[in-house]
């Protein structure tokens, strides 16, 4: 398993039978400050250019837009299953599905989207490539432990943890991330002290990424299971939308998984 750069998206090689990736901030319409692959209709962005960024986003791997199925993000940790029924949903506007911040299927006719600007990007699938998703987590999500509400699921459908593998996308990184005392408590209480590195005596640099591997190894995935992208998107404005660095006018980037056609 590997994450690389392929047509200015970030692929996840994560098996042969899925096609999962991370989009960048190139290769779109959109223009200033949102230039110029935005993804989000909710950043004031004109819908017709996020429209063909996702066309675009989504025909590097082959797939349509009928295809897609987004939702509308909470930051917290519910997650849906989704089937043939869900095709489409949010894919060209804001109707996706309500209060989700994570995918789950087994459907190959479609492709799992969730929109990020610093959150990190979970991508799950199972060792036969079975079940595939995308999970949301900032630190709320990270606090209220969507990685270990997925390996649940995985459970449910009959999957050890031990047979799940995972991709830690493109996020802002300890280098970037601020927190406060509440943030630092509540990560403390799900994943110890080991993610945070003290700043002064009230704010601490919290490195998100591996707040979640800890989680998802207590949860049963093996480190082995476990990769994480290089890249952190607050250092790189060149490449990615930050939250963090820009505000919130800033674009989103896409995540994407989905089964292929046997």
């Known amino acids: ?107 190959t006719s479609l492709v799992l989207g969730m929109g990020f600007a610093d959150c990190v990007p979970l991508f799950m699938a199972d060792e036969a490539a079975r079940v595939v998703g995308i999970f949301h987590a900032g630190w709320r999500g990270t606090a209220a432990q969507i990685q270990r509400q997925a390996i649940r699921q995985f459970k449910a459908h009959g999957i050890d943890p031990g047979s799940v593998l995972v991709g830690i996308g493109p996020a802002i990184g300890p280098c970037c991330y601020e927190v406060d005392e509440p943030v630092r408590n509540a990560i403390v209480a799900v994943a110890g002290a080991t993610p945070l590195v003290p700043k002064d005596e009230t704010h601490w640099w919290l490195d998100l990424a591996l707040a979640n591997r800890i989680i998802l190894e207590k949860s049963g995935v093996p480190a082995e299971h476990i990769v994480a992208a290089p890249w952190c998107t607050g250092c790189r404005p060149d490449l990615f939308y930050s939250y963090r660095i820009e505000g919130p006018k800033t674009g989103r980037m896409g995540g994407y998984i989905c089964l292929k056609s046997r």
Do not use: Y
């Open 1 to 107: 398993m590997e994450f690389h750069w392929e047509d200015s998206r970030i692929v996840f090689d994560v098996h042969p039978g899925v096609d999962a990736w991370f989009s960048t901030r190139l290769g779109g319409v959109s223009v200033p400050p949102l230039e110029s692959l935005n993804l989000s209709f909710g950043v004031g962005d004109d819908p017709a250019n996020v429209a063909e960024n996702r066309r675009r986003i989504l025909a590097l791997a082959g797939r349509s837009l009928s295809e897609l199925v987004m939702p509308r993000q909470v930051h917290g940790n519910h997650i849906e299953w989704v089937d043939q029924d869900a095709r489409g949903r949010g894919a060209l506007g804001p109707g996706g599905i309500d209060r989700t911040d994570g995918f789950l299927t087994t459907e």
